[in-house]
């Protein structure tokens, strides 16, 4: 047994899924936070039944991949049952996709989510009549505070036991359906899926024979301008205007505070400073935060119990030797330098990359419950636009800030192929993650703050130009922003908690083995003699145009795996010499260029595939050379 | 009279009469609720080409400029 949750972006699906299964799910205020299903199960009657998250799709057309992943959804295996999700505060746009999906020979039960919203709004909707009006269960909920779902639930567990689904026949208008029926007849096709494939579901057009649907849809066209496809479109409007005349009443009240105060942050006049307050202020809280974390709590207890407990235990069992190195490194140099497991290894990811990543994540899901996501993407949509992209690419950017792989994820609400090749590249090239944000700050930030703020604007600059030069030399369309905004929403502190918390763990489960690996590998180089035959083969490559020293060869090597452990082997260099602050700058800036992290660039096989994944890691080799040898340059030219 | 969304000025409302074009404009305005007999307002326009913010029953949304080009409204 299977359901499915269906519904437009940004109705509340998550929330309902979390609510029925029990399984924690990130749900934010803005369209698109779910761009992969998700799967739980419940049970009802004994019966396991299996309950699949949808990402929000307006319409069974799909026009991005995550419309797509949702679409497909339908048709690779049987679906017992949809439970689509409405905004009960949107209902009539809303109802395009209920029109489609119950023409679908599978049950369907309506929810009317954000009920208490449409209430506050003046919106009255007369249930029983709308069940009516659409032949299909409707029932109300609030998800967020549980309302309703009980009955959610019953009816469910109504209609499962149902043993015969009887599907209705809905007739369009004569010309409509004089073609349905028509290669209907000609094809043996089931009925739902002329109709998808008429109003432009490529998968399903794909069924109909060329010269069976030209002649079908000629027939009717004649003389006329509109394409089946609108025709189609219109009578849906026409179907579902005429429904809510019915069901809606809407009564005038005055706009709330927060929909002022909505109004203010998007308006160029006052939105503009807004946001930049708003930025300044989340870095400054940045830098701040995790800097009190690691310098205050962190780094005492390390240098404290831990050293005393740890370190010191280590040695009195092994007091030099591999196994000695292996897990606590050279001895005599701090917990950033010494790379043992046990050390740098544990220090990285927890005393300093850890802090980082929970400030980080605590704001991000601050902003994204609020709504203030998609205001920012209209705000900034000009700038985005001239380099190819549009506005609502700032939120795989930001999320790209805490961690490159939901970044090149959320990807996929851009809507061509050119634009989610150019956004994954250049996340790749010029996003620097948490981890790495948070190593930068404890080695470069001690020289002081301006050398990381010249690390970021020499990123920053690169983004620019890099948009502006593929969009230049790529071939494809770059559409136009179309984006609902939501109303900014109170957030809820318990939601807060559990996204933060999932955040964490999934940081813990996925960043923290790699982190072991990646000094596993610097200290096995090490000791196989690895590290001295790259830098005199490999060395020269860093020579004359980047100016590097042989050394440096090795952080480039190990932030294939990490850019937090390859950013930490940057330390001992500095602190011994072997580099000067203008070559770590110049490492660092390379480190978050040339190539993705080994779980972002897997990320990027599934989301471009090989060529296109070939294609973007020569990109950014070529950027880090180019650049490279550019700061070599400016360094060398200011002396 | 009919004007595009783009002459509209700040804080006016129009009733959408036609939509210039295919499937695509009609489909993608339709997601965010315009589609011919809709009162819109707009609230504001973005400089240096950037989006119009507009009022649909209620409800918030931004379009580009393209786009809005080819609403007529009354």
């Known amino acids: ?639 | 009279m009919m004007r595009t969304l783009l002459e509209l000025s700040s804080g006016e409302m129009g009733e959408v009469v036609v939509i210039a074009g295919g499937w695509g404009i009609h489909y993608h305005l339709a997601t965010l609720g315009i589609r011919p007999g809709k009162i819109v307002r707009k609230i504001t326009t973005q400089p240096m080409g950037g989006p119009l913010l507009l009022e649909v029953e209620g409800a918030r949304v931004a379009i580009g400029r393209g786009m809005a080009g080819r609403v007529m409204v009354r």
């Open chain 1, 1 to 639: 047994m299977r359901i499915l949750l269906m519904g437009n972006p940004n109705v509340g699906k998550s929330v309902i899924f979390n609510r029925l299964t029990g399984i924690k799910v990130i749900a934010s205020n803005y369209p698109g936070t779910t761009i992969e299903f998700l799967e739980g199960s419940i049970i009802f009657d004994g019966r396991k039944v299996r309950i699949i998250d949808a990402p929000g799709t307006y319409s069974l057309i799909p026009s991005d991949r995550a419309e797509e992943v949702a679409a497909n959804l339908l048709t690779e295996e049987k679906t017992d049952l949809i439970i689509n999700v409405v905004d009960a505060t949107n209902l009539e746009r809303n109802l395009y996709l209920t029109l489609q999906l119950r023409e679908l020979p599978i049950p369907v039960i309506v929810d009317l989510n954000i009920i208490d919203a449409a209430r506050e709004r003046g919106i009255e909707i007369d249930i029983p009549r709308l069940e009516k009006e659409l032949g299909l269960p409707v029932v109300t909920s609030v998800a967020i505070s549980g309302e309703g779902i009980g009955q959610l639930r019953r009816i469910i567990g109504k209609i499962l036991q149902r043993s015969q689904n009887k599907v209705v026949i809905r007739t369009f208008d004569s010309e409509i359906e004089e073609v349905i029926v028509r290669i209907q007849k000609e094809t043996n096709l089931p009925r739902w899926q002329v109709i998808l494939g008429l109003e432009g579901n490529s998968d399903f057009r794909s069924k109909i024979p060329r010269e069976i649907f030209e002649e079908a849809v000629g027939k009717i066209q004649r003389g006329k301008e509109e394409s089946i496809e609108l025709m189609i479109l219109k009578w849906r409007f026409g179907q579902s205007g005429a429904i809510i005349s019915r069901v809606q009443k809407v009564h005038h009240r005055h706009p709330t505070f927060l929909e002022k105060l909505g109004d203010a942050t998007v308006k160029p006049l006052t939105g503009l400073p807004i946001a930049a307050i708003v930025l300044w202020g989340i870095f400054n809280f940045f830098v701040i935060g995790a800097g009190f974390i690691t310098d205050k709590i962190m780094i005492p207890l390390f240098e404290g119990p831990y050293d005393k407990f740890v370190r010191l235990g280590v040695e009195k069992f092994f007091s030099r030797g591999f196994v000695h190195d292996m897990l606590v490194g050279t001895s005599g140099s701090g917990y950033l330098e010494s790379f043992g497991l046990l050390t740098t290894g544990i220090f990285v990811p927890i005393g300093v990359v850890l802090p980082a990543v929970l400030i980080f994540y605590l704001i991000l899901t601050l902003l994204e419950d609020i709504g203030y996501l998609p205001r920012l993407a209209v705000l900034v949509d000009n700038i985005f636009h001239k380099i190819g992209l549009h506005g609502y690419s700032i939120v795989p950017v930001i999320l790209s800030f805490g961690c490159n792989v939901p970044g090149a994820m959320a990807s996929r609400i851009l809507r061509t192929e050119k634009q989610r090749f150019m956004m994954l590249t250049m996340l790749g090239i010029s996003i620097p993650c948490t981890a790495q944000t948070a190593v930068v700050l404890n080695i470069i930030g001690p020289y002081g703050l301006e050398w990381v703020m010249l690390i970021y604007s020499i990123l920053l600059v690169i983004f620019v130009s890099l948009g502006s030069i593929l969009n230049y030399l790529l071939a494809g369309e770059t559409p136009e922003i179309v984006l609902e905004i939501p109303p900014y929403r109170i957030p809820r502190f318990s939601n807060l908690l559990m996204k933060t918390r999932l955040r964490m763990e999934s940081f813990f489960l996925d960043a923290i083995p790699w982190v072991f690996v990646g000094i596993l590998v610097v200290n096995l180089f090490y000791y196989l003699g690895v590290t001295n035959f790259l830098s005199r083969n490999l060395g020269f490559l860093l020579g004359g145009w980047l100016g590097l020293p042989q050394e440096a060869i090795y952080p480039l090597i190990i932030g294939f795996l990490r850019k937090d452990v390859a950013t930490g082997l940057i330390a001992p260099l500095l602190s011994k010499g072997t580099i000067n602050l203008g070559q770590a700058v110049t490492i660092v800036v390379m480190l978050a260029v040339y190539f993705p992290c080994a779980a972002t660039f897997v990320v990027f096989l599934k989301e471009l595939g090989i060529k296109d994944t070939i294609k973007s890691t020569l990109i950014m080799l070529i950027v880090a050379f180019g650049v490279g040898g550019l700061l070599h340059l400016s360094f060398a030219l200011k002396g």
